[in-house]
């Protein structure tokens, strides 16, 4: 039997010990700022990219992998025979999933293109569940089916406390977010099919702790929860307060904390914070 190898973009919430521990292949987006590109993982950091954001003259420009760096990694990893499980964040914000589908026609190497339908850590929770189907001996198809079990159950919540980067990318027109904030409007989005929608909105940071409240509340009474993430872009302050509810509520499992990659941090903008967990 050929061994299955795992292949996903950047934006993955994965940790430095599971991409090692899994043996997990990135292939970076990058970021322009300012005329100056950056790429994911090798020339900047998460934790570097708010501060140079607030400091650039326009929003960053974000661009999907190249098409070649995805054959270069699939001919890398098929030399030995292997196949190639490859995952990327949701169409519905990047091309990523077409590109990897272009490349996985241009190499020798049997690849397999998944649309996670998610990011950032909500992906991840797909990629570990895969791999360790994958390291017990499981099949391409056993993968992808635990994959989707796990979509399943997956939920993904985020918070944006201002609107000026979804304004700038033009995913939200200027009158709407200029009165949003005007108005101190805080949103509350959620994933769904692959999709973003608005979950709630509302005046004010006290509106937000009102919905996490809520959500925190069905997670509680629901199916038991069996993983948490939290990413934000410089919202500490927030992060806490949402860390310390989770880790009372569920004191057994571990919450992954961490800054969100500069793809997503584009979007949402300064202060916004995440919260992405599965169930049985």
């Avoid at 027109?173 to 709630?200: D, P, Q």
Wanted: glycine share 6%; with cysteine.
């Amino acid at each position: 039997m050929s061994k299955i190898k795992i292949v996903c973009d950047s934006s993955a919430g994965l940790t430095e010990e599971e991409i090692k521990k899994y043996d997990i292949t990135i292939v970076p987006l990058t970021v322009m700022i300012d005329g100056t590109v950056y790429t994911e993982r090798e020339t900047i950091t998460n934790a570097e990219f708010p501060d140079l954001m607030k400091a650039a003259k326009s929003l960053p420009k974000t661009s999907q992998p190249p098409i070649g760096k995805f054959v270069e990694a699939f001919d890398r990893l098929g030399k030995d025979g292997s196949e190639v499980l490859c995952v990327t964040m949701m169409a519905s914000i990047s091309g990523t999933v077409h590109a990897a589908e272009q490349a996985a026609s241009m190499t020798d190497t049997k690849v397999t293109v998944i649309d996670s339908h998610e990011t950032d850590r909500a992906m991840a929770f797909q990629i570990i569940a895969a791999a360790k189907v994958i390291e017990n001996g499981g099949s391409m198809d056993d993968a992808i089916a635990k994959m989707k079990e796990v979509y399943s159950h997956t939920k993904l919540f985020l918070a944006i406390d201002k609107l000026d980067n979804l304004v700038a990318g033009g995913r939200v027109s200027k009158f709407a977010g200029t009165l949003s904030n005007l108005l101190n409007i805080k949103v509350m989005l959620e994933i769904k099919n692959g999709e973003i929608h608005i979950a709630s909105k509302g005046r004010g940071i006290k509106s937000i702790h009102r919905e996490w409240d809520k959500i925190l509340k069905q997670m509680k009474e629901g199916p038991k929860v069996l993983a948490i993430g939290i990413s934000d872009v410089q919202a500490d302050q927030e992060v806490k307060r949402l860390y310390d509810r989770l880790h009372e509520l569920f004191p057994d499992v571990k919450i992954v904390v961490r800054e969100t990659v500069p793809i997503i941090a584009t979007h949402t903008g300064i202060g916004a914070n995440s919260l992405h967990y599965y169930t049985e």
